[in-house]
């Protein structure tokens, strides 16, 4: 059973920072694409950062400079640090998992208030 667990989310001022994590379980991590994907209320869900299984990163350009995806194949564990945030940050942060399919996780709520 595959499950991609977020963590991290929270309320926070903004210029305020927070670290999201996603633990994976069920997967050979090591092998996947591992992505972030934010959905605010109204709007269509989009790719903030992702990381390929080579260590390859590419951002948002709305996130670009502020955010740093990584990963931890050991721990099968990926993360989103997130400075200097802004009220447009404010939304559900997915973890997502790609290689031979697609796994999502539930979700974490990130708000940046102003």
């Known amino acids: 059973q595959v499950q991609l667990v977020e963590s991290g989310g929270g309320l926070v001022q903004a210029g305020g920072s927070l670290r999201l994590s996603c633990a994976a379980s069920g997967i050979i991590f090591s092998i996947n694409d591992m992505g972030w994907y934010r959905q605010a209320p109204g709007k269509q869900r989009e790719l903030v950062a992702r990381i390929t299984s080579g260590g390859g990163t590419n951002y948002a350009d709305s996130v670009k400079g502020r955010f740093t995806i990584s990963r931890d194949n050991a721990k099968n564990t990926v993360y989103l640090q997130m400075n200097s945030l802004k009220p447009e940050d404010t939304a559900i942060y997915y973890c997502?998992?790609?290689?031979?399919?697609?796994?999502w996780g539930q979700g974490t709520q990130v708000t940046v208030s102003s």
């Open positions: 997502n998992a790609n290689k031979w399919r697609e796994y």
